[in-house]
């Protein structure tokens, strides 16, 4: 049996009817295929024969038995073109606009990012704040929104010069990542965070720093 090539329109949801086991296999019964709500996908290529034996298999059924297949939530797994991810990375860090698409003239449009320390992951969800470290003396630092503070290449983005903290003069605590935002301080919106690969023990005396070959891959 070929695989059946279903049209599916963008935002549909996919439902196979039943099918029987019978010796040899499971035959088609009343098979068919309706759209019950909004999935982003522009076609969907099943193969009945396959599907049905897996999910046979797992179940162990015997024969007469009948199956019920339903599969939700199907999502359509989208990439950005190269364009698009140096675009961004220009944008946000040297603040080049995109023709005809997004400019960085706002009404106050932001002329540094500050990179924070931090000794646990923030996360998506985190902020500036979130487990960022507290060493005495300890300030997040600024890099100008320009080519002479940020270098792009291709997807990637890295610092044109080493970003140096301010030493510590007391406390402690083991930078393990950095974030990348948009505020000097408090619970600003964090854009980007990553591992600091050694830790940094920071402390009295230390002047923890991030260096030129630290980058950031935009996907």
Not at 94 to 99: H, M, S, Y
Not at 122 to 136: F, H, K, L, R, V
Not at 210 to 218: N, P, Q
Request: with cysteine.
């Amino acid at each position: 049996m070929q695989p059946r090539h279903l049209p599916f329109d963008p935002g549909r949801r996919l439902h196979i009817g039943v099918a029987q086991w019978e010796s040899g296999g499971f035959q088609t019964r009343a098979s068919g295929v309706r759209f019950l709500a909004p999935v982003p996908y522009s076609e969907v290529h099943i193969d009945f024969r396959e599907l049905i034996r897996y999910y046979a298999a797992l179940a162990s059924l015997p024969l007469g038995a009948f199956l019920h297949i339903d599969i939700h939530n199907l999502r359509a797994i989208m990439s950005k073109s190269n364009f698009l991810e140096n675009a961004i990375l220009a944008l946000l860090f040297n603040g080049t606009g995109i023709a005809n698409m997004a400019d960085n003239a706002g009404v106050a449009p932001l002329t540094s990012l500050y990179v924070s320390l931090h000794t646990a992951d923030p996360g998506d969800a985190g902020t500036q704040s979130t487990s960022e470290i507290t060493y005495t003396n300890y300030a997040r630092v600024a890099v100008a929104r320009t080519a002479e503070g940020w270098q792009v290449t291709g997807n990637a983005v890295s610092p044109a010069a080493n970003i140096d903290f301010p030493t510590g003069t007391g406390g402690g605590g083991t930078a393990t990542h950095f974030g990348i935002g948009t505020a000097p301080n408090g619970a600003g919106t964090l854009l980007y965070s990553g591992t600091v690969t050694p830790n940094i023990v920071c402390g009295n005396g230390i002047t923890p720093r991030m260096s030129t070959t630290g980058t950031i891959t935009e996907d």
